[in-house]
């Protein structure tokens, strides 16, 4: 089977930061696109930033320029560094990714999800 695992959630001041990670492990072919979700309270999941292997990103016009995505293809990784943090990013945070297994199957795949808590 195949597993997500995140790390890096937590409680920060306004224009905080934090960093998340999101380990991808397990009968693992080849990942492809992998990106962050977030819901909060009361509200539907949104795409946060997302990030294909080659690299090119995309970003929720509501964390352009405080938001970055990265990843290591090498380690099937994928990090969300979060700058100038808002309580409105309060969430929950789930890593995604598009994963080929080594049984022939394609699928999506979602992490258990990580609280990020953000006080004025």
């Known amino acids: 089977q195949v597993q997500l695992v995140e790390s890096g959630g937590g409680l920060v001041q306004f224009g905080g930061s934090l960093t998340l990670s999101c380990a991808a492990s397990?009968?693992?072919?080849?990942?492809?696109?992998m990106g962050w979700y977030r819901q909060a309270p009361g509200k539907q999941r949104e795409l946060v930033a997302a990030?294909?292997?080659?690299?090119?990103?995309n970003y929720a016009d509501a964390v352009k320029g405080r938001f970055t995505i990265s990843r290591d293809n090498a380690k099937n990784m994928v990090f969300l560094q979060m700058n100038s943090l808002k309580p409105e990013d309060t969430a929950v945070y789930y890593c995604?990714?598009?994963?080929?297994?080594?049984?022939?199957?394609?699928?999506?795949?979602w992490g258990q999800g990580t609280q990020v808590t953000v006080s004025s």
């Open positions: 995604n990714a598009d994963i080929f297994t080594d049984w022939g199957s394609k699928g999506d795949y």
């Open positions: 990030i294909t292997r080659g690299g090119r990103t």
């Open positions: 397990g009968r693992i072919f080849a990942v492809n696109a």
